[in-house]
């Protein structure tokens, strides 16, 4: 399995618009983040978990040139608001499997109206094959290739984590309910939402962060969804061994 990310920032990005803040103004490429996206390779599938604010970029850089299936952990607009862009993907091979619970779908055809309104026909819209998801309901990508839906909660927002063989991706949230530790049980690599240092009330700070993976023991953890408070050089001296922040670009494979 290959995980590969796309993009590891806070809702804003870092750089943060208007900010001169150390971080901000940093050389290190660790320290530019764009929206929070996963990739994931295995068995001859590739996936996305969201299609974030800067999908596109995000795709070109890669050299993006076809999609299995999106998995969505929730509606946020840093985690959604790229979904028109998969057109050109759609021009190329045709509809893309969207995989969404059901509290995201009703905010997905809000958010996305015209997508589902046949009145709109003709101009390009996105295609899309909706598969609606429940936490515990594990489906297969392909062969050897489980995807397990988890519940997290994001404040007071339910979201979806999602589980694949022994990965895992589990951003935007603050508590991980029982069933869903039980879950996150035996894995080769986590990736955790870790906002900052400072407490936050609808994502993981670094203490409760750390907190879970004592709890879950993961092989290794990378924390993601980082705001302009971290600087990846320095702040990498705060994390044990086996933990590290990821960042955009970085490659992980078992
Ligand atoms: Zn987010
Ligand atoms: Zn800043
Ligand atoms: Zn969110």
């Not at 599938?45 to 795709?59: E, L």
């Not at 869903?180 to 670094?206: F, K, N, S, Y």
């Not at 953890?221 to 933990?243: A, C, N, Q, Y």
Request: net charge negative; glycine share 8%.
């Amino acid at each position: 399995m290959k995980l590969t990310f796309l993009g590891t920032g806070t809702s804003t990005g870092v750089p943060s618009i208007a900010c001169n803040c150390e971080t901000c103004a940093s050389d290190d490429p660790r320290d530019k983040r764009l929206r929070v996206s996963v990739l994931i390779e295995h068995a001859g599938q590739t996936v996305i978990v969201d299609t974030s604010t800067d999908f596109r970029q995000q795709a070109l850089k890669i050299g993006l040139k076809h999609l299995d299936a999106v998995l969505v952990t929730h509606c946020h607009a840093d985690h959604i608001f790229g979904l028109d862009d998969i057109r050109p993907l759609n021009f190329r091979h045709g509809a893309l499997g969207l995989y969404a619970n059901e509290r995201a779908w009703v905010d997905i055809r809000r958010i996305f109206k015209y997508v589902f309104e046949p009145t709109h026909f003709g101009g390009g819209l996105p295609q899309i094959v909706p598969h609606t998801v429940m936490p515990g309901a594990t489906f297969c990508l392909g062969r050897d290739f489980e995807v397990t839906p988890l519940e997290v909660i994001h404040g007071r927002l339910p979201v979806i984590a999602y589980r694949f063989n022994y990965f895992a991706y589990a951003t935007d949230l603050s508590e991980i309910p029982p069933a869903t530790i039980e879950g996150l049980r035996g894995l080769q690599v986590l990736v955790l939402d870790c906002l900052r240092i400072r407490p936050h009330q609808t994502h993981l700070w670094l203490e409760r962060a750390l907190e879970y993976v004592t709890e879950l023991r993961p092989r290794r953890t990378f924390f993601t969804h980082i705001t302009h408070d971290i600087k990846h050089e320095r702040d990498s001296k705060l994390l044990p061994e086996g933990v590290e922040w990821a960042y955009d670009g970085l490659v992980v494979t078992d």
